[in-house]
C-alpha cells in the first residue's frame, strides 16, 4: 500500500494561512482520487477535500474557497487560507490507487493549532 507523510502545518493565528503537503511513497499523478482529511480533538475524522486523476477537486462545504488542493508527481498539496479556531485538527491524507480500492496507510498527519 502507498504510504504517507505529512508536512507543513503548525501554530497559525485566525485568518492566517498554511501550506500542508504530502508526501507519497509512489507517484500519484495517476491515482484514481487523492484526499485531505482532518480529525480534531474528540470528533471523527472528516475528508476536506479530493482531487481526481483528471484534476476535478471538490471540498467540504465549510471550506470551500478557502482551501485548495493540488498535486505534483509524488506530493499532495493542500493551501489554506483565512483559517479558523475550530479548524485546529490534525490533517491527514490519503489515496485510492484505482477504482474500488482501499485508502493506503494513514501517516501521522500534521497538526495544525489556532495560536489566539
Known amino acids: 500500500q502507498v504510504q504517507f507523510v505529512e508536512s507543513g502545518g503548525g501554530l497559525v493565528q485566525p485568518g492566517g494561512s498554511l501550506r500542508l503537503s504530502c508526501a507519497a511513497s509512489?507517484?500519484?499523478?495517476?491515482?484514481?482520487?487523492m484526499y485531505w482529511y482532518r480529525q480534531a480533538p474528540k470528533n471523527e475524522r472528516e475528508l476536506v477535500a479530493l482531487?481526481?486523476?483528471?484534476?476535478s477537486t471538490n471540498y467540504a462545504d465549510s471550506v470551500k474557497g478557502r482551501f485548495t488542493i493540488s498535486r505534483d508527481t509524488n506530493t499532495l498539496y493542500l493551501k489554506m487560507n483565512s483559517l479558523k479556531p475550530e479548524e485546529t485538527a490534525v490533517y491527514y491524507c490519503n489515496a485510492r490507487e484505482r477504482v474500488g480500492a482501499q485508502l493506503g496507510t494513514w501517516g501521522q498527519g500534521t497538526q495544525v493549532t489556532d495560536s489566539s
Open positions: 509512489k507517484i500519484i499523478s495517476s491515482f484514481f482520487g
Open positions: 482531487i481526481t486523476s483528471r484534476g
